[in-house]
């Protein structure tokens, strides 16, 4: 399943004690249009980490409801429910937030977003996979990066979070048109299993903690729709296309019988290549288009039954 990840921080930057500002509930509204589900991670405004206070976990569930009244969606909410000074796995280079959602949400790493509102979100990004967009909201990157070279600098950085919808909305498109996701960040690990992993003797209630508020497709099924109707509709235009095929030759050849042809169609129909050597360079050319299509088929697959990986929770 893809997901968005957004930053708490995305939501309240332009934030009012009433509610989301009018462009952040518009943005909202139309990253549920997509139809991907979205996580919200509550992390510090500053993308610092953990927070040093007690009502942290009641604002990101006041900022779920305040999305919902705006008319957008949060499926999800991932927590850290470590303070400051706490040894903690959820942010930065050990990204608990998204590992954990990945593994209780069966979240494709490698084919979701992640919406950051400070610098040290993108590193939480890409360690885990996800392709990173960082919102302005109002500052300049030199604001945020003091004049130093990004890393990694391979990220779109967006003016406002409606311009880092449109831009995951035209990524969507792309992804639907090529049959395969978006390249993954260049900080990411080469195996997504591997972030599974969580270091040895960290206590259970050390983790982040998920709330699906918009329930989950179980894993068997998801993958069972997707080769059922995608190999339906494999089968019949290889149906179609072998069914033309003969329709053209046939055509063809009754043609050539009745009526001369300009010499040009002569060469254009490889006549002059004995027939059994004919036949068996359409059936190579058959071979390698069938081959084509069954890797743009395996492309629509989820990543984790192309690996053959799919494990239960």
Known sequence: M???????????????????SDETAAAMRSLA???????????????????????????????VGWVKAAGGRIDALVHCPHVAGEPCHCWGPNPGLLWEAASDLDVYLEESYTICDAPG???????????PLLVLNGRSIDELYGGVQPEPSDFPIARDLARAVSYI?????????LGHPHPRPSLALEEPETLLAWPDGLASDSRPTVTAFTAVK??????VQVVRYGGRTLALVMMGGVWLSLGIAYLLTHLYRVKPFPEFVWYLTLQFIPRP?????????????????????????????????????
């Open 121 to 131: 979100d993108v590193p939480l990004a890409c360690v885990a996979g996800t392709r």
């Open 2 to 20: 893809k997901a968005v990840f957004i930053s708490r921080g995305c939501l309240l930057r332009n934030a009012s004690d009433q509610g989301l």
């Open 33 to 63: 249009e997509t139809g991907l589900y979205i996580v919200l991670l509550g992390i510090g405004g500053e993308g610092d980490g953990p927070v040093d206070s007690p009502q942290d976990g009641e604002l990101s569930q006041q900022v």
């Open 218 to 223: 179980t894993k068997e099924e998801r993958p």
């Open 277 to 313: 050597v004919r036949g068996a360079l359409f059936i190579l050319t058959g071979v390698a288009v069938l081959g084509l299509a069954l890797r743009s088929f395996r492309g629509m697959l989820p990543t984790a039954l192309r690996w053959g990986k799919v494990k239960d929770k």
């Open 169 to 177: 909305q035209v990524e969507e498109a792309g992804a639907e048109q």
